[in-house]
């Protein structure tokens, strides 16, 4: 068995966030919940991989749980999905240990990232990250987000480069496959939260 396949095998019945690989496509014919770039293929949602290994079909079922919406003072997570000087978007996709059924709008300010000043939302996030936040208030179905808490803050994120997950490197965030350095606000548990 090849290690495309093998590492395939392991993904089904997998929680997989979007953009997560989920394998090739010399391998595997990409099914719903799925998108291709450069030959590979993602998870477009939030929810289990499926990989039919027959039809040579992967998929991706997107969790269905019990309604549940973010409420004032709820903890979130979230993927960042644009980042302008002063704001960014997030797609909230869990309240606490739960996954949601859809997906939120939340929004976070540069005033409501930490008590010191912020110079860029760049120096906070960057599309495709996965944060934690506070839910601190809500209008029009936007979920206004904190990330002033220790806890709170980036819990993943990618190489505005190249991709690959970012490590911490004393203040900065560092790419261990092509140098590029970053900033980030984490939270204390960077690299290390269960999704
Ligand atoms: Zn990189």
New binding site residues.
């Given amino acids: 068995m090849s290690m495309a396949s093998h590492s395939s095998k392991q993904k089904t019945g997998q929680f997989v966030l979007p953009g997560e690989r989920l394998g090739v496509i010399e391998e595997f014919i990409p099914d719903a919940g799925t998108y291709v770039k450069d030959g590979v293929i993602y998870s477009r949602v939030v929810g289990r991989a499926l990989v039919d290994f027959l039809n040579k079909r992967v998929s991706v079922f997107p969790v269905v749980e019990p309604a549940s919406v973010p409420k004032i003072g709820n903890t979130v997570v979230g993927q960042v999905s644009n980042s302008q000087s002063d704001n960014a978007n997030v797609r909230i996709f869990k309240i606490g240990n739960k996954s949601l059924s859809g997906i939120f709008s939340g929004v976070l300010h540069i005033a409501d990232v930490q008590m010191r000043y912020v110079d860029s939302m760049f120096d906070v996030c960057r599309p495709g990250d996965i944060m934690r936040a506070e839910v601190i208030s809500e209008k029009n179905k936007v979920y206004h987000l904190s990330t002033k808490d220790k806890n709170m803050g980036i819990v993943y994120a990618f ?1 505005s ?4 997950p ?1 490590e911490p490197k004393r203040q900065l965030m560092s ?1 261990p ?4 350095t970053e900033k980030r606000k984490t939270a204390l548990d960077y690299g290390k939260a269960e999704l």
């Fill in positions: 190489c480069q190249c991709g690959y970012l790419c496959r092509c140098g590029n």
